[in-house]
Nanobody, 125 residues
């Protein structure tokens, strides 16, 4: 098993940047692919980005391509989400999730085994 804790959320003006962190403990972090999702009030949880176990492959939702970058540092048991050019519509609770599956579809929530508690990101206009 692995435990995940997100941090780095906060209030930022439109056009600004934030870097979210997902810190893992409990098992070898390099054994897990990791995804970022977000959920706004009244909306379904949506896929944002994902990264493979070694960091060799990354995946992004169309809505964040060119603005967000996912990366990982397995030595520090941490996955990051760098968010640039933030827009008010990016406002949501952001969650990281981990999967131990050898073959997985990054955008599918059901393919992830572990979830963090979420961190709030608010972008003002």
């Amino acid at each position: 098993q692995v435990q995940l804790v997100e941090s780095g959320g906060g209030l930022v003006q439109a056009g600004g940047s934030l870097r979210l962190s997902c810190a893992a403990s409990g098992r070898t972090f390099s054994s897990y692919g990791v995804g970022w999702f977000r959920q706004a009030p009244g909306k379904e949880r949506e896929f944002i980005a994902a990264i493979s176990r070694t960091g060799g492959a990354t995946y992004y939702a169309d809505s964040v391509k060119g603005r967000f970058t996912i990366s990982r540092d397995n030595a520090k048991n941490t996955v990051f989400l760098q968010m640039n050019s933030l827009k008010p519509e990016d406002t949501a609770v952001y969650y990281c999730a981990a999967t131990g599956q050898a073959s997985w579809t990054p955008a599918m929530t059901t393919h992830y085994d572990y979830w963090g508690q979420g961190t709030q990101v608010t972008v003002s206009s």
